[in-house]
Every structure is written in structure tokens, then in C-alpha cells.
């Protein structure tokens, strides 16, 4: 059966970015009003040419999202379960190759968690570890998501990529959403950034999505790493990926996240910068290139960039993040996986939600619909 990979072959990336930066105004405009906007389209709209029409795009974008999500933004916490990780990568403070003491979440640990989590009022989790197959593998986080299931109303995870009956005995458990980014579509600077570990396996990774939607999951996220190569070429393969995954598993729901390089232990200084200008441009560009795709910001954003740009297409945002295993109540002085930048309390988030005239939205699925 033919996967991603077969559809990533046939690109350039080199031909592919010099499509992007030749764009004119003229695309860009007929992008604009296209009432079915494709690839191309896509790219005129994360253009250079389509800078002077960020107005118009940030308006379009507002306005579709209202119409499909209407004025609501889902809230959730990330729940680091370990900092164990088999993989050198080259931003992370998890890294092996990073001399820092580990730690992994016990069973009585993982409640003590739960119970700082729920108390916040959160009723959907990201559970997050390192890439350490031995220590964190399917056996952990099948007791992890047995043991906290019965607590939320969605658990989704962010962990190393599985194989597909994996992910099919997962499943059944309650996981609910796993996302996965390639980081970088570039495959040479994809080596460069993962010398060592399963990471290292470019191909196993870009189709982690093709063994997810054939496990039948209920949702998948997707993104890049921005700071890591040209954001604008990264992004269209992430369109190409998403187009081609909504085409062959219309039964998943999907969203995209926009993770910029932050600083951590040890830290990579971004090779390409990615302006909070840049950003406003490729959320807005997401949103009118698909009507249907979640779009996410965590906390490694600012508090005034949050503010302003929550509006423009997003739907679902992190609050009062720990990016540490046991960061709630357990531990919250062990090592974190990258420094946040808005470090407002959920009650806060909340507050200024409804102040902009939006509902938060704490979960998204119920246990009595299962």
C-alpha cells in the first residue's frame, strides 16, 4: 500500500522554494478569492509576496474560523510523564547526549499529576516523554493512559513514533489524539539535527501518520520545528502531508501546531528565524487553505502575542504548561524540556477568553459518548 513517502519523492525541496519565493501579487490576490483554495494557492498565500495582504488574510481567517469553530477555544495541559530518551537531537533539552538527571513518573506519581491537572480544571491532556522505547515504551504508556483514563474526557499523546498494531493496542485504552512532527522536511538537515537514535530514521517517521490513520485514530496532529530550516518551505510540506492525509484517512480529524525553537539546557540557536509576523501569516494561511483543520498554540509563545492572535484562526491552546515530568506537584524543579514564554495561571487564560468574547472549552468528547 503506498504511503507519504511515495507523494515526499516526487517533491524538491529546492524546486519546491523557489515556487514559494516567486509568487506574485497576482497569485497571491487569486488565492484570496478562490473559493477552493489548493497547494498553490497555499504557497502564494506563506509567500514573501503576500506580506503586504496580511489585513485581508488575518480577516478572512477570523471570519472562517467563527464559521466553522464558532467563538470557542479548547484548553489542555501537557502531562510530562519522563525525561528518559534514547535519541541525540541537537534543540532538546531531553537529549542524551545533555548530562541532566532523569526521571520517569511512578504509578503513584502519575495520580499525585492527575489529581494537581484536574484540580486546575482541566479535562483534556497531552501526555509527553522522551524517545526511550526501554524505560517509556507501549507497557508504560498503556498503564499510564489505564490508570488516568477514567479522569479526563480526552487523552491525546506526543511520544516516540509506534508501529501500527501499537498504536491499535493503545487505542482501546482511551488514547484519543497522538501527535507527531517531522521537525523538518529538509532530509539533510533532518540528519544533521538526529545523529543518533531511532530519530535518526527520517522515512520511519514521516510515515508515523500513515501507521496512525491505518490504526484508526480519532485524531492527529501534525507540524514542523520552526528555526530548524526555511519555515516556508517546511510549511508547504506539512500542507502537502495534511492534504494528503485528509484524502486517504477522511475518518481522522487533524491539526496543526507551531512550535518556535525555544531556549533549553544546552540550546540551538535557531538557523532560520520565524517573526511573530511570519507566524500571523502562516496560521491565517493554514486557515484558509483548510476550513477544517484545528490550529494550536502553546505557551511557548508570549502573553501578548497569545493575546493578539488567538483571534485569527486559532482553536485550541496549552495554559499554565509545565514541559517537566512531575512539573505540577511531584517535582517542579527537575530539568524542563524547553522554557515557556506565557506563564499565566489557566484561571487567567480563562478570564481573558472570556473577555474577548470567547467560551474556553475544556474537553471536547465525553466519556458517555464512548
Not at 4 to 14: A, G, M, N, Q, Y
Not at 168 to 188: D, N, R, S
Not at 277 to 286: G, P
Not at 343 to 357: C, D, V, Y
Request: hydrophobic content about 35%; charged content about 25%.
Amino acid at each position: 500500500m503506498s504511503s507519504f513517502k511515495d507523494i515526499f519523492d516526487r517533491h524538491s525541496w529546492d524546486l519546491e522554494k523557489e515556487s514559494i519565493y516567486g509568487k506574485t501579487a497576482a497569485d497571491v490576490e487569486r488565492a484570496l478569492t478562490s473559493p477552493a483554495r489548493d497547494l498553490e494557492d497555499f504557497k502564494a498565500l506563506i509567500s514573501p509576496a503576500a506580506t503586504p495582504y496580511l489585513e485581508d488574510m488575518a480577516q478572512l481567517s477570523q471570519q472562517l474560523t467563527l464559521q466553522r469553530f464558532g467563538n470557542t477555544i479548547q484548553l489542555y495541559a501537557p502531562f510530562y510523564l519522563s525525561n528518559e530518551c534514547q535519541n541525540i537531537c541537537t534543540y532538546c533539552g531531553f537529549s542524551l547526549d545533555n548530562k541532566i538527571r532523569r526521571k520517569t513518573l511512578s504509578d503513584k506519581e502519575i495520580l499525585a499529576e492527575t489529581a494537581a491537572i484536574k484540580a486546575m480544571g482541566f479535562q483534556h491532556v497531552l501526555l509527553v516523554t522522551g524517545e526511550a522505547n526501554r524505560t517509556v515504551g507501549v507497557p508504560y504508556l498503556a498503564n499510564a493512559i489505564k490508570q488516568i483514563r477514567s479522569h479526563f474526557a480526552n487523552v491525546s499523546m506526543e511520544v516516540q513514533p509506534l508501529d501500527q498494531h501499537e498504536y491499535e493496542e493503545l487505542i482501546p485504552l482511551g488514547l484519543h489524539a497522538v501527535l507527531v512532527y517531522q521537525e523538518t522536511y529538509h532530509k539533510a538537515d533532518y540528519k544533521k539535527h538526529h545523529p543518533k537514535g531511532k530519530k535518526s530514521n527520517f522515512d520511519y517517521r514521516l510515515e508515523t501518520p500513515d501507521r496512525l490513520g491505518k490504526a484508526g485514530i480519532h485524531k492527529m496532529g501534525l507540524g514542523a520545528l520552526y528555526g530548524l530550516e526555511d519555515w516556508r518551505v517546511d510549511s508547504f510540506f506539512v500542507a502537502l502531508h495534511l492534504d494528503y492525509l485528509e484524502r486517504t484517512y477522511w475518518q481522522t480529524k487533524y491539526s496543526i501546531s507551531f512550535p518556535r525553537l525555544r531556549p533549553f539546557s544546552g540550546g540551538l540557536e535557531p538557523k532560520v528565524e520565524m517573526t511573530d509576523r511570519d507566524l500571523v501569516q502562516l496560521i491565517c494561511a493554514y486557515r484558509l487553505f483548510d476550513q477544517e483543520v484545528e490550529l494550536s498554540l502553546s505557551t511557548r509563545e508570549t502573553e501578548v502575542f497569545r493575546n493578539n492572535v488567538l483571534k485569527l484562526g486559532i482553536t485550541s491552546m496549552s495554559a499554565g504548561s509545565k514541559t517537566n515530568p512531575g512539573g505540577y506537584s511531584v517535582e517542579p524543579q527537575s530539568l524542563e524540556q524547553f522554557e515557556i514564554s506565557d506563564e499565566r495561571t489557566p484561571e487567567e487564560i480563562s478570564e481573558l477568553l472570556l473577555k474577548q468574547g470567547y467560551e474556553p472549552v475544556w474537553k471536547d468528547w465525553d466519556l458517555v459518548l464512548e
